[in-house]
Nanobody, 117 residues
Framework: QLVESGGGMAEAGGSLSLSCSVS????????LGWYRQVAGQEREKIAE???????LYSDSVKGRFTVTQDRSKNMLFLQMNNLTPDDTAVYYC??????????????WGQGTQVTVS
């Protein structure tokens, strides 16, 4: 079960931090990450992090957002700085499930709204 917290409202140029509690999940070499979705648009992957803490970002957030994890505490985080109105979306915590042939983004949180004005 993935449960996000920390969404809300911010002004342009401001910051917000998101947290995700990860329970009942078996950590493997697969990744955890963050997606976001604007109403009427497809869900976009914005950040992911591997077991060795290697992080990847979409071009839209690179240099402004930072994904971190604390596997000992079953937590995933997203620090969002220099926010713009284009960052307004529902943000989802996600985790990959290990299958025999690949890792699949199969586990999702319920989402948390971020609104930037």
């Amino acid at each position: 079960q993935l449960v996000e917290s920390g969404g809300g409202m911010a002004e342009a140029g401001g910051s917000l931090s998101l947290s995700c509690s990860v329970s009942g999940y078996r950590y493997t070499s697969c990744r955890l990450g963050w997606y976001r979705q604007v109403a009427g648009q497809e869900r976009e992957k914005i950040a992911e992090i591997s077991a060795d803490d290697t992080a990847l970002y979409s071009d839209s957030v690179k240099g402004r957002f930072t994904v971190t994890q604390d596997r000992s505490k079953n937590m995933l985080f997203l620090q969002m700085n220099n926010l713009t109105p284009d960052d307004t979306a529902v943000y989802y915590c996600a985790a990959q499930r290990r299958t025999p042939i690949r890792c699949a983004w199969d586990y999702w949180g319920q989402g948390t709204q971020v609104t930037v004005s």
